[in-house]
Structures are given as structure tokens and as C-alpha cells.
């Protein structure tokens, strides 16, 4: 059973940072492409960030192009989002994706997470 578990969402000015943490369970993490998705009401679930399995690979969706870096640390079976120049549009609820997918192409594709966390808030106010 893969289990997600986000942390580091909070509420942050306009113009701030936060770094969003998801630690997976189990010990095949490497095994894993890993990603972020959002959620605004009333919106779908969109496609933030996502990191191919060995970390060599990633893909922002344009909007956080520049302000956004995903990472991953292996040894600690951990995924991050690193978010900087936040602004309002950016609040959302997110989550943590993991899949076994091995290739890198289609790491922005929903379809291709088996896996979800529970989300974690993020509020940017103006």
C-alpha cells in the first residue's frame, strides 16, 4: 500500500515562499515518478509539477514556470514543492501524485497517478 502524506501548506502573503514536503511510505521510492496537482473550487484538478524517477526529468505546468521547483530526495523517500513569488491565484489545495510510470514524457498527464495524497492547503493573500 503506497500512502502520501503533504505537509507545509499554510496561509502567506502575496510575493512570499513555502515549501510543500510529501513523504511516501514504503521502500521502492525511487520506483516512483512523482508530482503535484491543485485544486481551486469550483476547478478541476489541474497539473502543478512533476519529477521522473531518477530526478532527471522535470515538468511545470506554465503558469509556475520560473517560480516553482519540484525535487526529490530519494534517501528520504521525500518529494518537494518549492514555491516562490506566490501570488493569489496560486491558493489552492494540493496534492501529492506518485505513479510507476518509468518514461518522462507524459509526467503532466492525471491519468497516470494511481496514487494521491490527502492535500494540503495553500491560501496567498493580496
Known amino acids: 500500500q503506497v500512502q502520501l502524506v503533504e505537509s507545509g501548506g499554510g496561509l502567506v502573503q502575496a510575493g512570499g515562499s513555502l515549501r510543500l514536503s510529501c513523504e511516501r511510505s514504503?521502500?521502492?521510492?525511487?520506483?516512483?515518478?512523482m508530482g503535484w496537482f491543485r485544486q481551486s473550487p469550483g476547478k478541476e484538478r489541474d497539473f502543478v509539477a512533476a519529477?521522473?524517477?531518477?530526478?532527471?526529468?522535470?515538468s511545470y505546468t506554465d503558469s509556475v514556470k520560473g517560480r516553482f521547483t519540484i525535487s526529490r530526495d530519494n534517501a528520504k523517500n521525500t518529494v518537494y514543492l518549492e514555491m516562490n513569488s506566490l501570488k493569489p491565484e496560486d491558493t489552492a489545495v494540493y496534492y501529492c501524485?506518485?505513479?510507476?510510470?518509468?518514461?518522462?514524457?507524459?509526467?503532466?498527464?492525471?491519468?497516470?497517478?494511481?496514487?494521491w495524497g490527502q492535500g494540503t492547503q495553500v491560501t496567498v493573500s493580496s
Open positions: 519529477i521522473s524517477r531518477s530526478g532527471g526529468t522535470t
Open positions: 501524485v506518485a505513479s510507476g510510470y518509468s518514461g518522462t514524457i507524459y509526467l503532466s498527464q492525471r491519468d497516470l497517478y494511481k496514487y
Open positions: 514504503g521502500r521502492t521510492f525511487s520506483s516512483y515518478a
